[in-house]
């Protein structure tokens, strides 16, 4: 097995409303959670070593981990908040701004 340690986020992407207003959609994220997810998706044996919340974000990875088939035995689990990553753009380049 592939073991993956490091962040599972939470990655807040830009998008505009119908109305034409800004917002965000709430997209799964961090180093270690894709990784072990795209090599659970071609078929190796991959967990995941990281922290998540309980919170909505929390099971949206979970289910994420789940339907990719990743080993999640060593995830801790905690009632604290998900880490939120806000992503900008300008002209094509990204930053981010964290709430952790």
Same mark, same amino acid.
């Given at each position: 097995?592939?073991?993956?340690?490091?962040?599972?986020?939470?990655?807040?992407?830009?998008?505009?409303?119908?109305?034409?207003?800004?917002? #965000?959609?709430?997209?799964?994220?961090? $180093? $270690?959670?894709?990784?072990?997810?795209?090599?659970?998706?071609?078929?190796?044996? $991959?967990?995941?070593?990281?922290?998540?919340?309980?919170?909505? #974000?929390?099971?949206?990875?979970? $289910?994420?981990?789940?339907?990719?088939?990743?080993?999640?035995?060593?995830?801790?689990?905690?009632?604290r908040?998900?880490t939120?990553?806000?992503?900008?753009?300008?002209?094509?380049?990204?930053?981010?701004?964290?709430?952790d």
């Amino acid at each position: 097995m592939t073991l993956c340690c490091g962040e599972a986020l939470i990655d807040m992407i830009p998008v505009s409303a119908v109305n034409g207003t800004q917002g #965000f959609t709430p997209c799964n994220g961090g $180093a $270690a959670l894709n990784t072990a997810i795209t090599l659970a998706r071609m078929g190796a044996s $991959a967990g995941l070593l990281a922290g998540l919340s309980r919170d909505p #974000f929390g099971r949206q990875i979970v $289910a994420a981990l789940d339907a990719a088939g990743v080993d999640r035995t060593r995830v801790v689990t905690t009632g604290r908040p998900i880490t939120l990553a806000f992503v900008h753009l300008d002209g094509g380049e990204a930053s981010y701004t964290f709430y952790d």
